[in-house]
């Protein structure tokens, strides 16, 4: 398995600190790190910055994530647009956030809901051509259709060729365990969400993500929450998955966000060295 990590997170490690992303990224390198996973809307507004650190680290690129309101606008262009930046840069895979449906608007549900498959049908065609796989995640919101596991499942089964992003601290959104939820999405992962979480104010993080309860979880360095990211490893590996783990502290305080990923980079990387030994 190979390590990445969000290049979101290290950019606002990075601006907090005053530090420069070059530099960020090659200490970081140090602790393991192998590949970037970039937002989309990174690429557009930051691209500059990104080619330089592209060039001056040589670090690989695992692929692009992106956010789109594709239940209001299924013929958006932006997840081909999408695409075609990926293989540009040559990473193998795409994250397709489709959109969310408000509460309030319950009589524009199914519509939106076809709205969404039928633009992730487009996208999945058009990333095949391209060689590129095209992926959802279990999305943390609310007013997300893919929050749970049915939910998750229900876009991968009626969308063919759809790959799963799996996200281990997502679903906490109705308090599911995303071990006993894995076998589940086995045949259709590509790659692993290393999200931590904490039931209480952890490590700076005051804010926290309300769940469908109305209680709150808080970010945390990975390996020092309660979701069982060491067993969920275990299991990769005696799948024999070839995929990448993705390190993911959004949420996690700006001031101490580069110590969050070394550390959780670290952590991840004696669990995958322990389990090849």
């Not at 076998?183 to 700076?204: A, M, T, V």
Request: proline letters at 5%; a negative charge.
């Amino acid at each position: 398995m190979r390590l990445a990590a969000f290049y979101e997170n290290i950019m606002e490690g990075a601006d907090a600190e005053g530090r420069d992303m070059k530099s960020a990224v090659r200490e970081l390198m140090d602790y393991g790190l192998e590949r970037l996973y970039i937002s989309y809307w990174t690429l557009r507004h930051r691209g500059g910055e990104l080619a330089e650190v592209l060039a001056d680290t040589g670090i690989g690129v695992e692929g692009l994530h992106g956010h789109f309101e594709l239940g209001a606008a299924p013929s958006e262009p932006g997840p081909e647009m999408m695409i075609r930046e990926a293989k540009r840069l040559g990473a193998e895979n795409v994250l397709i956030v489709p959109g969310m449906i408000p509460p309030e608007q319950p009589a524009e549900r199914e519509m939106r809901l076809e709205n969404m498959r039928s633009a992730l049908r487009r996208a999945v065609r058009y990333g095949e051509e391209q060689k590129i796989a095209v992926t959802m995640e279990d999305f943390d919101g609310l007013d997300a259709p893919y929050n749970s596991v049915d939910g998750l499942a229900d876009f991968l089964n009626s969308v063919p060729g759809l790959g799963c992003s799996f996200d281990t601290g997502n679903f906490v959104m109705y308090h599911e365990d995303a071990l006993a939820a894995l076998p589940r999405f086995r045949e259709k992962l590509c790659n692993i969400h290393l999200k931590d979480r904490s039931l209480f104010p952890h490590e700076g993080d005051s804010l926290g993500k309300i769940v469908s309860d109305g209680t709150k979880v808080y970010a945390a360095a990975v390996g020092t929450g309660c979701i069982p990211i060491r067993e969920i490893l275990q299991l990769l590996y005696s799948w024999r998955f070839g995929g990448t783990v993705i390190v993911e502290l959004y949420g996690y305080e700006p001031r101490r966000m580069l110590d969050g990923l070394r550390r959780s980079l670290q952590w991840t990387g004696a669990q995958l060295k322990a389990l090849e030994s």
